[in-house]
């Protein structure tokens, strides 16, 4: 079965060695000190060894279905979605305000590099939610980022991919 190591240390070592982020004058970089990035990159990386990338082979095997209307998804993706929201991955990078954690994108980034590495098919299930939530972030009114984005934040809702490929057919 094909395993997947996280590179936590090679993380710290661009975070704080390479990119100095403690050093940063970029607002929230200051408060990243190498013990807090390593708890957080530690258990993003048990999260993706031990449960998502397993899960690659599954996805693979079974696929998602169909079935009188009803979408299923591979054995164990449900089960290792709910462990993602519980741990409030999916609003890492998101602001309080709407459930998220508000930590610096460049840690979003890094936990989602890890994500994407372990298992692409189930990291898309809350990656093109996070990408439907920072559009809604970017461009709506306040009434609507208050209806929707605790929701997509939690992940209790999701998101489809936005784009547009009229060559496509999108």
């Given amino acids: 079965m094909p395993s997947y190591t996280p590179p936590t240390k090679d993380m710290q070592f661009i975070l704080h060695d390479v990119l100095n982020v403690t050093g940063s004058d970029i607002p929230g970089y200051d ?4 013990d807090f990035t390593s708890a ?5 990386g048990k999260l993706t060894s031990g449960v998502l990338a397993p899960l690659n ?5 079974e696929g998602c279905r169909l079935e009188n ?10 089960e290792a979605f709910e462990q993602v929201k519980e741990g ?3 609003g890492l990078d998101m602001p309080e305000e709407f459930g998220g954690q508000n930590m610096p994108y460049v840690i979003g980034t890094a936990v989602g590099e890890m994500f ?10 809350h990656g093109l939610t996070h990408g ?7 461009h709506a009114s306040q009434e609507l980022k208050d209806i929707f984005l605790p929701k997509m934040v939690s992940c209790e809702w999701t998101g489809t991919m936005n784009l ?6 999108t």
């Fill in 31 to 34: 408060e990243l000190e190498a």
């Fill in 116 to 125: 994407s590495s372990a298992n692409m098919a189930f990291t898309m299930y």
């Fill in 132 to 138: 439907a939530a920072s559009a809604i972030l970017a």
């Fill in 40 to 44: 957080i990159l530690e258990e993003a």
């Fill in 88 to 90: 409030g991955w999916p």
């Fill in 69 to 78: 209307g009803v979408v299923y998804t591979p054995t164990g993706f449900k």
């Fill in 164 to 169: 547009t490929e009229p060559h496509c057919g």
């Fill in 57 to 61: 082979v599954v996805g693979d095997t």
